[in-house]
DNA sequence: CCAGAGAAGATCGTGTACAATATGATTGTC
DNA sequence: GACAATCATATTGTACACGATCTTCTCTGG
């Protein structure tokens, strides 16, 4: 009845292997990002603000991130919520509004900075081993991306 | 102020580039997925039922998947709702819901068995390529999931 | 000037994820 | 053969993702 069609098996599927793996990946991350009160999502707005160092618009963290308004709006909002972000539409183009993180969220830095070191440990996987792979996995995100988005 | 902090760069971090590549590719299933109207982790639940050829415990699916009841119990009500898979009491335990699928279930499997190629071709991503990749990613999920699961 | 096109966010609806808890069935032990 | 521990699933609550639509604001050609 079941004629073995390997291109259905689980283990053959790049894409299976990539959302088992991104969310195990995730997972690790809660202990840590708990201890701070936010999650993974969060923390990555938060890593792109800090690497700005500037206000931003909604739609230039969504292209960093390649999250949408539908995603990123009630985020931000929770974010404020906690005092972590402010956001104030932009005086000279009253379509945006401007991100920022508070003093409360600029302090999160810190404590931040030994997060990725402490995670990674805990995988097993080294830093320098991880680089290439980080290329090639980011090298097929945007082959993807480029048919499906665009 | 903002002095460099090369660990918190996005560029950097493995755990950003599966999340995105993860996102990216399961958004590039949509389309096709959408034709027999259901998402992406539906179809990896039939995948499991279809390659197994016998009713499966729900937690049984779970392992394969790495998901849990909370996920898989709304997950397996829509498809059931849709006629395309069964739920039942083990009779042997009465703990266990055993979960089939229909005979409009199981006809999906010869329309599935082409979306594998059909996506990653769209992808630009040649399957014998992607051996090793899958490979080395799901050597990651393993040693990720052994530390934060288990 | 001003209508319409387009941009930027916000909102809505559906469907995951997952931690935490609840519920009912089974099992090992005395 | 009660019964506490354990097991399998369900439920609840919170937070993404994302397609689709809506609102507001900006810009541009006539």
Chains 1, 2 share one sequence.
Not at 61 to 90: A, C, F, M, N, Y
Request: charged letters at 25%.
């Amino acid at each position: 009845m079941a004629d073995h069609l390997p291109q259905l098996e689980l283990g053959n599927q790049l894409c299976f292997a990539l959302y088992r793996a991104s969310r195990a990946a995730v997972r690790a991350y809660g202990p840590v990002l708990g201890e701070l009160g936010i999650t993974y999502p969060q923390y990555l707005v938060l890593l792109v603000l800090w690497e700005a160092d500037e206000p931003m618009s909604v739609g230039a963290i969504g292209e960093h991130l390649h999250l949408d308004s539908g995603t990123l709006t009630p985020l931000l909002k929770r974010l404020q919520d906690q005092g972590i972000v402010t956001r104030e539409r932009d005086p000279d183009d009253e379509r945006r509004v401007l991100v920022a993180p508070t003093a409360a969220g600029r302090a999160m830095r810190k404590r931040a900075a030994t997060i990725p070191a402490e995670v990674s440990q805990q995988y097993g996987v080294a830093v320098s081993d991880a680089v290439d792979l980080i290329a090639e996995i980011h090298k097929i995100a945007d082959a993807i991306e480029g048919t499906v988005d665009a």
